[in-house]
Each structure stands twice: as structure tokens, then as C-alpha cells.
């Protein structure tokens, strides 16, 4: 739900210009902070694809999971130099239930349907950059899940404590077109010490002044200890130096990981002079 390497690419080409970065569409972020006194909003929309299969009752269901993030919004204000503010919010729509083509070995069977709907756990947090040259930048963000402030449905089971994230994002201009970027964090989910963590690895690539384009393999070691890896790629287009729109799509690798996803959405600059 954030990330923005897409400007590895406006990383590479844009750490010597004034213009928007971003921490999306992408999972890995920008070591960056926006520009003291600015305020960015960052907001999109995501649509995720999971099928598997379950036994139930004698039954084997094909099991169909479509969640839509209707809005998924980002607000960063820089504080200093090299501090910004964050904080996250999400409304999404969760689509359970089994698919047409299911195979009833019992007459008892009875497929069940179930919508989940509301605003996700969201979170509040800083980023800083802890150093930077004319081609490596480094930077620290340290958020805190607060699932009071969650609806209803998305609220998960009495004793749930508000859960901190640690990400570290690198990013390297290889040349004046083309950048590596890679993070690591730890993510806790509020019931347990143990966290998941997760790895980035986005390569990015500006096609022109205003077009760029990357790939990103990454994944998850869950604190229950699944394993998920994924892979996406996209394209982010600078509207003018302060506006830039993206495209996302991606899929999982392995059978934990979610089947397929896309993700769309627009990022927006504006100064507090």
C-alpha cells in the first residue's frame, strides 16, 4: 500500500531537477523527503486477484478473493530539510466468496459469499534521509499502525496494540538514465514480537523527459513464516513538474502470494509558501 522507486527513474533523472518524487506506484520508497514546507498527496486505486483452492465439508470450493482499494492516499508534508511527516489512510472494498466452477461432493454444501468494506489500519510516521551524493541516497521511515482508527470490519481481534514499521530504501544512479534501488523493513502487526520482513529489489529506466518505466521483484517473510514473492512493473508520467500520473500491474511467484493486481493513480505537489 507504498512506494516509489518508479522514480528510480525520477531519482536518477530528477534528483538534479526540482520536480515531484514519489513513494508510489511502487513497494519500494524514496529515500527522498518533499521540499520543507510542501505538502505532496499521493492517491490511487488498486484492484487484487487471489484464487485458491479449500476443502470444506466434503466439498472441494475454488475460492475467489477480489479486493479493491477504492482509494489509497499518502500525504507527506515536509517538516525540515530532511524530515517529513506521513500519514496513510485506505478505503477498500474485500470481495470473498467461491467461483462458478466448483465441484460439490456433498449435498450439504452451502457456498457462502462475504463483503468486507471500510478503511484499513491506517498509519502515521516520519521519513528522513539520512545521506545523500550525486548518485546514492539513503534514507530511514519509521511508521505506527493504529488500528483504533480502523472500520469496523477491518478491525481484527480485541488486543490488537498499535504496531510500528521500519523501512530502509537505497537507491544508485548507474547513469544518468538508469537506477537501482533496494529496501529492507520490518513491519509488526500488532499481536506478536515476531515481524514480517520484506525486500525490495526496482530497476528503473527514463524514456524520456517525462516518461520513465521500471520492474520490481520483492516479497515477504511473514511473521507465521509464509513466504511471499512477487514481481511488478509500470510506468509513472510527469504531467509538469509538480503532477505525474502511473500505471502498475504484477502478480505473485509463488503460491502464497496474491495472483495478479493492478494499480493506478496520480501524485500531486503543492507548496505552503
Known amino acids: ?20 518524487e514519489t513513494d508510489r ?24 486477484n487471489d484464487y485458491s483452492a479449500k476443502e470444506q465439508r466434503n466439498c472441494k470450493i475454488q475460492l475467489s478473493e477480489r479486493n479493491f482499494t477504492v482509494n489509497t492516499t499518502l500525504l507527506r508534508y515536509g517538516l525540515t530539510k530532511n524530515i517529513e511527516l506521513r500519514l496513510n489512510t485506505n478505503y477498500s472494498i474485500s470481495k470473498v466468496g467461491n467461483m462458478n466452477d466448483i ?20 498509519f502515521i510516521g516520519f521519513k528522513t534521509n539520512l545521506y545523500k551524493n550525486d548518485k546514492l541516497s539513503i534514507g530511514f521511515l519509521g511508521h505506527l ?11 481484527k481481534a480485541n ?6 514499521e521500519f523501512l530502509i530504501p537505497l537507491t544508485y544512479d548507474i547513469t544518468d538514465k538508469f537506477g537501482i534501488a533496494v529496501q529492507y523493513g520490518l513491519t509488526w502487526d500488532g499481536f506478536t514480537p515476531n515481524p514480517t520482513t520484506s525486500y525490495t ?20 517473510l511473514t511473521n507465521n513464516g509464509d513466504e511471499l514473492h512477487l514481481i511488478n512493473g509500470g510506468f509513472t508520467y510527469l504531467i509538469n513538474d509538480d503532477f505525474q500520473v502511473d500505471l502498475t500491474g504484477g502478480f505473485g511467484l509463488n503460491e502464497a502470494a496474491p495472483d495478479n493486481f493492478v494499480n493506478c493513480g496520480a501524485s500531486f505537489l503543492l507548496f505552503n509558501k
Request: charged share 15%.
Open 1 to 20: 500500500m507504498k512506494n516509489s522507486l518508479v522514480m528510480l527513474l525520477l531519482l536518477v533523472s530528477t534528483s538534479l531537477v526540482a520536480q515531484i
Open 25 to 48: 506506484p511502487d513497494f519500494t520508497e524514496s529515500p527522498n523527503v518533499v521540499p520543507k514546507g510542501a505538502l505532496q498527496i499521493e492517491t490511487g486505486f488498486i484492484l487484487e
Open 103 to 122: 465441484l460439490i461432493l456433498d449435498s450439504t454444501h452451502n457456498p457462502n459469499l462475504d463483503d468486507i468494506k471500510g478503511f484499513q489500519t491506517p
Open 145 to 155: 499502525y493504529i488500528p483504533e482508527l480502523a472500520s469496523v470490519d477491518f478491525m
Open 159 to 164: 488486543g490488537q496494540k498499535i504496531a510500528p
Open 201 to 220: 529489489l526496482a530497476l528503473g529506466y527514463s524514456i524520456t523527459d517525462k516518461l520513465s518505466a521500471y520492474v520490481e521483484p520483492y516479497g515477504f
